[in-house]
C-alpha cells in the first residue's frame, strides 16, 4: 500500500513538471533527438520493423 502512494506521488509529480512550458520544449527536444538517434522514427506508430 505504502509502494501505490509513493508511486502515484511520483507520478503527479511527473505531471506537474511535464505541464509546464520550459519542460515541454526539453521533453520534445529530447524526443526529436531519440528519433533522429533511431532512424528518424518513419514508420506510423513509432514501431520499427525487424
Given amino acids: 500500500m ?8 511520483v ?3 511527473v505531471v ?3 505541464r509546464k512550458p520550459q519542460n515541454q520544449a526539453k521533453i520534445k527536444k529530447a524526443i526529436a533527438d531519440f ?3 533511431r532512424g528518424g522514427g518513419s514508420r506510423p506508430g513509432g514501431t520499427p520493423r525487424y
Avoid: H, P, T, V
Avoid at 505504502?2 to 506521488?9: D, E, P, Q, V, Y
Fill in 2 to 9: 505504502i509502494r501505490k502512494l509513493l508511486a502515484s506521488g
Fill in 16 to 18: 506537474q513538471e511535464a
Fill in 35 to 37: 528519433r533522429a538517434k
Fill in 11 to 13: 507520478a503527479a509529480k
